[in-house]
């Protein structure tokens, strides 16, 4: 190529000079007609991986007839110096074989005389090199013992639109020595290494063989004689994906898609590449023959196709249509999907194999579906079946559908099902029987998932979700020291109940006390740990959640899925323990009745129900010498930081008003001493006037009715959740008629400040055609409502969120808020009806003027 040829602008052209280096080849005229379409059809879109160039050169390699391959790259891909190469022994071009070369649609076919089966199909493969650089430059030294040279760049070709081929491109043809391709290739960046590789063909030095293909089984491949000729590929001027690929995962793809066999060495930069070892044990293997036990499969047209299984001269099957198949299949006795496992190459799944290249290397599954098993983690096999190559799409990533594709994949599952139902027989057979129980020999078969799930995550760095330590993360020390886990006590020491915030999970691990810890601030918990007995029900489920979530890792199900999983187990757990709560409506009216009883607990139950209701994180106490309990106010919902607390009693009483000496003020100022709360609130049907209202004054005491108190909960379900700095202000008040006045200004307060009414919202819940149950967010609703309104601010996404909080509290069934998502689970019609339910049993006592317009929402 000449200066003149490259397009103006663009540096690196003096990479290679070939038209100058040795002596021009007489009569050797090479032509191109290869055109922009062409190119941008054959290349960028059926070869967007740089995978892909590395691939097909080295599989041109194997057509040639090559014995030892050695792939390398500059360190620094940014040099507009650096370059790509491969190099092999094999079978050289001449003039002849350039033109072939050029001459696309054009490919070697069938098997070669020393029996290694061809790849090249298509005539294409070079192409794929158009995705990595802009000059693809061939030096080869051929049968008759010249070295001659020739270059493409592929910016000649131009950019004109719409023309598949062109007018004839030339391409000069050099003859050199072999100083001058030393002289040659020393002008590259990193030269000499390439020199390296090229005299280590040059001198016949053997790289180890590969023995990867050995799991695909078949004929034991003939050996192939030393050659004399060589084959220097190489890219150079690089273009942005050239660029930016990485040495690490071109080193996986070659050891995952080029199995190709066991007469052919690859190193990659210098070091070669070997069969990939696991230090995971195999539970059970099968070669594909006889032994595999498939005589027929049944296809979804109801026909069968027969299975005819052969021992000689190696193990084989054959099916009509698509020919012989051969491999392995194995189980394995952990997961091999992912971790580990993929940063040594070795995967799960399907690796179907034709002539030498997994062919499927961006679907383990081969089209299938429906293979979520157990299983699926620990399962790979190796099949190797050359009659689908016939059947091969153009870029060789996967293969044409059509009858004979299906009729592989049903014969495929049928492998898959053959280590299902073993795996399945083995997991049965190793839990304990009633004996093992009866005489505590369980071994550590039930925590295996959770001690492998831990294993992988020391390992990789990222451990599962329901793994942390007391403080957060895990220690240093118990990372260190989890090596020392001998037995099922050394993982699992203790199961117990700690606070650890209303808005974490039910349960979770501790790895630095290797214990599992139940949350006691959870809903659920809350509703079923009351009773010792209950508690002991709640360890044994905490157990087996913490368990099922360790073996969905074993079983290979993704982290995505996993946590998608976990949060929707914790939305109906909490759905679950509030639907065994009462609605606000319902803690309202239960307040006033349970007020006048004094023959149980009802009232101081209902009473933290009304104060949990209102956002206070409450410790319910009770029994002699202790309030009904503790309410904290915190900074944020779902956080520690408390702004202020106080301690709350219940004062039932038949008689309507609790008197002074019923209040036992004194003792309710005691408990707010002891502990260190910032207020005391009494509650009771109503107050004596007098004496009770001089002491309360005198005591720092809050006295609330029942009815007031119900009244904030209805507020917080109709308007959202009330601040609860705002509330503050009601604790510097000491008269009963005080209190009351507070609440009916709040409520007037939140009636002004309303930004939108139920109307709106289920109307806009119509106009995004919602049809429940399912979750939207609240700034898509807020947009909607804004938008019908003709409000450009309001409501923001926060007042509506607060306002669906609140009637999470007035149907808890049907509606709940976490952060902007919101689950709704019932039509707008049917949520519309529940509110006008409860609103329609709203006492009076409840109402506050501008509150509602039942006309309208109806």
Known sequence: MTPSSVPSGDQGSDTFTIETAGQPVPD????VTIGPQFLELFSEQLYTSPNKTFEELVSNSWDAGATDVFVGMSANLRDPKAAVWVIDNGESMDVAGFRRLWSVAQSTKGTRSDGRPQIGKFGIGKLATYVLAHELTYICKASDGQIRAISMDYRRIGRAEGRLHIDPLPLPVRRLTEDEVEALLGRISEGERVLKDLRKVQQGERIKRWHEADEFGGEKPK???????????????????????????IRRMLMTSLPLGTTIGIAFDSMPLDSTKLTISAAESWVIGPKVGIDSISLADGTTRTVQAYNEPYPHVKIEGIGEITGTVTLYEESISGGKSQDLGKSNGFLVNILGRVVNTHDSYFG???????AWAKFRAA????????FLAINREGVLEGPEIEVMRVFLRALFNLARTSHDQAAKSAWPDAGDILTEAWGTVPLKPLERAIEEGLTSGSLPSFVGGREGGPSAESLNNWNEVKSTGDIIKDVTFRHTGPEEPLVTYDLDSRVIVINEDHPFTREHADTHEKQLVLRDMAMVELLTQAYMIEAGVDDATVGQINLYRDQVLRLVARLRRTSGFQIAELLDLASYNKKNRAFEVILGDALESLGYVVERM?????PEGVAKAPVTPGKKEVSYSFTYDAKSSIHQKVKAKDASLAGLVRHRREHDANYTLVVGPAFADGALQIECEQQKVTPITATDLGALVILSATHGPIDLQRLRGMFDLYDEDGVHDFVEELSKELASNRAFTYVQLFAALESIGFAGPDVLTTPVIARVIREKANSPTRPTKKEVGAVLQGLSILAPHLVRVQGDNVYLGARPDKLRAVILSQLATLPSAYRFEGDFDMEQLS
């Open 622 to 626: 009770g029994g002699s010498g202790n």
């Open 383 to 390: 099949v190797r079946c050359d009659g689908l190559n016939k």
């Open 223 to 249: 050996a192939i004689a030393k050659s004399t000729t060589w084959t220097v590929a190489i890219l150079t001027t690089l273009k942005d994906a050239g660029k930016k690929m990485q040495p690490g995962r």
């Open 368 to 374: 299938l579906k429906n293979l979520n098993h157990a």
């Open 28 to 31: 050797a005229r090479v032509e």
